[in-house]
């Protein structure tokens, strides 16, 4: 069923509209984080550009594998652990291990803590090629210092 609503929607609403809201949405920055460059150790221009430059890239190269890599995974995840063809899947319990939140919750309201305490995680690094460049490209622009 959600296919037909999303193809009937689809055939009224053309793609670039649907995502027309999401690229004009605001970007919300996160206040700088300390350890920053002070004033006079900010590098030049240039250098900061070939830095954000290479950095765009490289993001954008490691998300192309990982387009490819949940596209298999969809397809391998609902196989039964068994031989297909020449190749074997299986599964292995993991290593790594998270807090079971729905059961601190539990704790603490049995207990009257109250609500389980939470911090936000660190803010991610954007890069976004700028429309126009400031008119004196020598000086760095600090922006909410």
């Known amino acids: 069923m959600l296919g037909t609503i999303t193809d009937v929607v689809r055939s009224v609403v053309g793609p670039a509209a649907l995502t027309a809201d999401q690229a004009e949405t605001a970007i919300v920055e996160a206040p700088n984080p300390a350890g920053l460059y002070e004033v006079d150790e900010i590098l030049p221009v240039e250098q900061i550009e070939a830095a954000?430059?290479?950095y765009e890239r490289a993001a954008d190269q490691?998300?192309?594998p990982d387009h490819g890599e949940r596209?298999?995974?969809k397809v391998l995840e609902r196989l039964p652990a068994s031989a297909h063809g020449t190749w074997r899947v299986?599964?292995?319990p993991s290593s790594r291990q998270a807090p079971d939140l729905a059961e601190i919750t539990r704790i603490f309201k049995a207990h009257g803590l109250g609500p389980v305490s939470m911090k936000a995680c660190a803010p991610s690094?954007?890069?976004k090629l700028a429309e126009t460049a400031?008119?004196?490209v020598?000086?760095?622009v600090l922006v909410g210092t």
Request: proline residues 10%; without cysteine; glycine residues 0%.
């Open 52 to 54: 954000a430059r290479e």
């Open 62 to 64: 490691a998300r192309l």
């Open 71 to 73: 596209a298999a995974k």
């Open 90 to 92: 299986f599964r292995t």
């Open 125 to 127: 690094l954007k890069v």
């Open 134 to 136: 400031p008119v004196d």
């Open 138 to 140: 020598d000086t760095p």
